[in-house]
């Protein structure tokens, strides 16, 4: 839903109303966050893989909570600042799939990604409408909620207490790692 408010309602609306912006400026705003984002995203994912995704997904939902930060409430300068964190933020969407997978069972992979599909592409469609009926009733409360929960979720990857082992699974990693208790015949 963020990224709904951010595209479709923070930026063309804060700064059309706000700064008086054009549409070849929000448009250059918007271009600002995806040009980071496919700059950004390589050099993240290859940081979560010497990292591990828990601990570079936090440090992404902290940034994102930034840009939301100064997107909703600084001036220009500052929203500009925000689109660029913006994209960095969208650059971690993969990075869930990299938590998922850690404390998944092998054998339930597959559908908890397939689950999670569902409910990225569900968020990209429900997100314009929730985004929209909560900014008309609660316009200036939104972006502190996102913001809030965006921290909260990023505070706990950081600090370890969201990512539990995995209950009933091996402790064995998908690709075949250690940690398997497979009784020897005998």
Known sequence: MSYSTVEQFLVPIR????????RLGIARLLMLGQ???????????????RRGAPPVLGGVLLTFA??????????????IAGCG??????????????????????????????LYRVAVD????LGP??????????????????IALLVTTG???LVGIAVAPPSGGSGACVDGGSGSSAPSGG
């Not at 109303?17 to 054009?22: M, N, P, S, Y």
């Not at 040009?35 to 893989?49: E, Y």
């Not at 930034?66 to 929203?79: E, Q, R, S, Y």
């Not at 569900?122 to 469609?125: A, E, I, L, R, S």
């Open 129 to 146: 409408l929730l985004s929209g009926v909560l900014a008309t009733r609660h316009g200036r409360v939104l972006p502190g909620v996102l």
């Open 122 to 125: 569900g968020g990209v469609c």
């Open 85 to 114: 964190l913006f994209g960095l933020g969208m650059a971690g969407w993969t990075l869930p799939l990299g938590v998922l997978r850690s404390v998944t069972p092998a054998g339930r992979v597959a559908w908890r990604t397939a």
């Open 155 to 157: 505070v706990a990857l």
């Open 66 to 79: 930034l840009a939301l930060g100064l997107l909703g409430f600084g001036g220009l300068p500052l929203m």
């Open 35 to 49: 040009a980071v984002d496919i700059v950004a995203l390589l050099p993240l994912g290859m940081l979560a893989d």
């Open 15 to 22: 700064g059309s109303r706000e700064f008086g912006l054009d």
